[in-house]
């Protein structure tokens, strides 16, 4: 791993030349704008839908990932379709709860040097590859009506900042996050009480509105579905 993350350094620092350099950046716009283009396509069309965030790292005997499963499926059942990241864990859970429940199953799949790969409970024709997150994060965001966080780790606390990030600036509409686990999630909570809001007022008190922390399936999909029994429901684009 030390001998890798060394290679990777000393690739990062080589010298380029300025053609080498525009040559690659050049390159790697298109590859960005193809990523977009693809993503846009496939995701034009399927409808109002969810996303469920949670670790790769949970294997299908491990409560949150039944719990995860669960609300895929009462989601499904209500008429939301779930997008996931495409991978295992509570990816999984996700897009397995989709499939039992009758509803669109997508997965945004991103190439990892580990634990990624596509799971079997994603439709055949929504399983989408990306080579950069930001690409990726830009597509939970546009197609999904909701975001249901599960325990996770640096990835899913990125996938939540993210959106509640871009709710506070209103970059997005207001829509329900939904953080899953009070057990797990209740250091963070406090820490965003006190460190952020009391103590260095660096967000706003109102901010702590931004999310619900919930403990149930039931009172997950309670959140989201009271939220939209309140407007017409509709793709968010």
């Known amino acids: 791993m030390t001998h890798d993350n060394d290679r990777r350094l000393e690739q990062a620092f080589k010298r380029k030349t300025w053609n080498e350099s525009k040559t690659n950046d050049s390159w790697a716009i298109f590859k960005i704008m193809a990523e977009f283009v693809a993503g846009y ?62 509803a669109a199953s997508v997965g ?37 009506q909701g975001f249901v966080v599960m325990p996770g780790g640096f990835g899913t606390l990125d996938e939540f900042f993210e959106a509640i990030t871009l709710i506070q600036t209103q970059k997005i509409a207001p829509f329900p996050v939904v953080l899953v686990g009070k057990s797990y ?17 660096t967000v706003s008190a109102k901010d702590i509105e931004l999310f619900r922390v919930v403990d149930t399936a039931d009172e997950a999909v ?14 968010n684009f």
């Open 108 to 144: 945004l799949n991103i190439e990892l040097p580990f634990e990624q790969h596509n799971n079997p409970y994603i439709d055949r024709d929504k399983s989408i590859d990306f080579d950069y997150f930001f690409v990726r994060k830009v597509m939970f965001v546009k197609y999904s």
């Open 41 to 102: 396509e496939r995701l034009s069309k399927i409808g109002p839908c969810v996303s469920i965030f949670g670790s790769a790292r949970f294997k299908e005997d491990n409560p949150w990932y039944g719990l995860a499963a669960e609300i895929g499926e009462k989601l499904a059942k209500k008429g939301y379709g779930i997008i996931s990241g495409g991978g295992p864990g509570i990816m999984e859970a996700a897009n397995k709860g989709a499939k039992a429940g009758g």
């Open 185 to 201: 999630w209740s250091g963070l909570v406090e820490w965003i009480r006190t460190t952020l809001i009391t103590d260095h007022a």
């Open 222 to 235: 309670a959140v989201i579905d009271d939220f939209y029994s309140k407007f017409l429901l509709k793709p």
